[in-house]
């Protein structure tokens, strides 16, 4: 069981250029979720997708597009890469019910990073 | 709008001291959901409690304690006796009472345990 993989971990882009990072989880799980975490920012959700063929915009979406044709892989695209850009990307996915934990809410798995720099 | 906000940017202990991490929270919603995250050297995010905003019961687990209260909006983590290994970016999150998931975030504690 691999919980949340993303390819790739590391990727050098110049300014211009487009790219895809891609999240693939085996979880079975209906949420899924693309964050930026950036120097004394935290993370920022960018969007996510709350079933296949669903998604929606989180707090900081341009610049960015992102689908979800299976219910298993998110995928979060850059047409025109910015230096603005420059970040770690953290994906996560989540079921969409309670599973009867006492706390009552929805835990999110995330993926292991994957850090990209634009020049 | 809803608002998480760790005030501390990064504390330092020495090992075996004891540190506590703030977290402010702000929102109207009457059901809401709190979150603990560890991010270690290494990167990943390893996910520590979640509380319900009904449920204000005090949480221990090792050397790790949470204390919850709605009257003042903060979920406050302490760590007891700490480690090296403790020494990570703790993060507190939000969620609403709404049916995406969607955490908030708040910036984040550097917490470094010197030997």
């Known amino acids: 069981n691999a919980g949340v993989t993303q390819t790739p971990k590391f990727r050098v882009l110049k300014t211009g250029q487009s790219m895809t990072l891609l999240c693939a989880q085996d979880?079975?799980?209906?949420?899924m979720y693309w964050y930026r975490q950036d120097p004394g920012m935290g993370l920022r959700l960018i969007h996510y997708s709350v079933g296949e063929g669903t998604t929606a915009k989180g707090e900081v979406p341009d610049g960015y597009n992102v689908s979800r044709l299976k219910k298993q892989n998110f995928l979060l695209g850059l047409e025109s890469a910015a230096p603005s850009q420059t970040s770690v990307y953290f994906c996560a996915s989540s079921t969409s019910t309670d599973r009867g934990v006492r706390s009552g809410a929805n835990v999110l798995t995330f993926g292991a990073g994957s850090r990209l720099t634009v020049l | 709008a809803q608002k998480v906000t760790q005030a501390q940017t990064e504390i330092s202990v020495v090992e075996k001291e004891d540190v506590t991490l703030d977290c402010v929270y702000e929102t109207r919603d009457t059901t809401y959901y709190l979150f603990w995250y560890k991010q270690p050297p290494s990167g990943e995010l390893v996910f520590l409690i979640r509380r319900n905003s009904f449920d204000e019961q005090n949480e221990i687990s090792g050397r790790y304690s949470w204390n919850f209260q709605k009257s003042t909006s903060s979920f406050n983590f302490t760590i007891t006796a700490s480690q090296v290994v403790d020494s990570a970016v703790y993060f507190c999150?939000?969620?609403?009472?709404?049916?995406?998931?969607?955490?908030?975030f708040g910036t984040g504690t550097l917490l470094a345990v010197q030997p």
């Open positions: 999150a939000f969620r609403g009472g709404g049916a995406t998931n969607k955490l908030i």
């Open positions: 979880m079975n799980h209906e949420y």
